[in-house]
């Protein structure tokens, strides 16, 4: 295995490949982490040359693409075909995290969650797509009394019971609307195992190649369960070790290498780099600072030979959208030409 980037480009979709949907795109992926909206559509975007951010939020709305708190636990957007067996899954991880922190820090006790959670799905029902904020009033309304914190808590626990998601874009505002209305729940039948296998064989074949120690930062599995899962599909999968670490990654792809000389304009929270607990292939140590913050916060970057190369962001300005770039070194001819393209891509996803 020589080089782990360039596969990982072509198992990330960064090189050519023939899917044309961003729920297609959504589902090879398994999940996308997605708590910046605009950037999670720009994820799928860049994987997707000729889509533009307007489809990515019809699929959204139309419900071919679920964005809900899934995993580890942080926003991710999902397929609707996986969403609820991924929550039967992973759900199980989360709620004790979750219920540790209300116990600590926002005073959220069972007895007032189920209060506000009935009014919540009262208010939801029949169609409605309500914010967040909108919610919290009604609650209140109704002589429940809750904050913004123990609301947005109240949803959580309601979107890992499979009860709501997000639901229509208003206002430039996320809303959430019931589940069921996006995604019918299917059958109550749950096969741990299978769900394992099928989580293991969307990982590897999206992010190969990548460790047992990847996988389980990724999902928020346990060791245990990974490294089941990881049994349950390695026959279908390369392994090869490098450094002493076990990678596994899919000899077949929907896509093949690209140009080396491209330039990619990453997303803050993309999966290239938050998709991995170690990320030394990629981002230098000296580097890591500058794309990641001591808190966790990932900021967008620049994909240039294999190598993160700078940051960037998106500048608006007079009804336009230009790309902003700090390269960590003077950037050569070869770079700046290849950030022009990668730019014009960015402008033509929101249709400047």
Known sequence: MNNIVALRLRSHLLAAHSLKTPREVVAWMGAMQAQDYSMAKWAIGVRLPASTSLQVEEALNRGEIIRTHIMRPTWHMVAVEDVHWLMQLTAPRIRPILEGYDKRSTGLSASLLLKATDVMLRALQGGNHLTRAALCRIANEAGVAVDSRQAAHVLLHAELDRLVCNG?????????????????????????????????????????????????????????????????????????????????????????????????????????????????????????????????????????????????????????????????????????????????????????
């Open 168 to 352: 229509r874009v208003a206002n430039g505002k996320q809303t959430y609307c019931l589940l069921r209305e996006k995604a019918p729940s299917p059958p109550a039948l749950f096969d741990k195992d299978e769900a394992l296998a099928k989580l293991a064989a969307r990982y590897f074949r999206s992010h190969g190649p990548a460790t047992l120690l990847d996988f389980v930062w990724w999902s928020g599995l346990t060791t245990g369960e990974a490294r089941r899962a990881l049994e349950f599909v390695r026959p279908d999968f390369a392994c090869e070790k490098v450094g002493g670490q076990e990678y596994f990654y899919s000899a077949a792809s929907p896509g093949h290498t690209g140009k080396s000389s491209a330039a990619f304009l990453l997303p803050a929270f993309d999966e290239l780099l938050v998709g991995y607990r170690d990320r030394k292939e990629m981002l230098a140590a000296e580097c890591y600072s500058k794309v990641i913050s001591s808190n966790g916060i990932f900021r967008p970057f620049i994909l240039h030979n294999a190598k993160v190369s700078g940051t960037w962001k998106k500048v608006s300005s007079k009804g336009s959208v230009k790309v902003s770039a700090e390269y960590f070194s003077p950037p050569a001819g070869a770079l700046q030409k290849a950030m022009g393209e990668a730019a014009a891509s960015f402008e033509r996803f929101y249709e400047i």
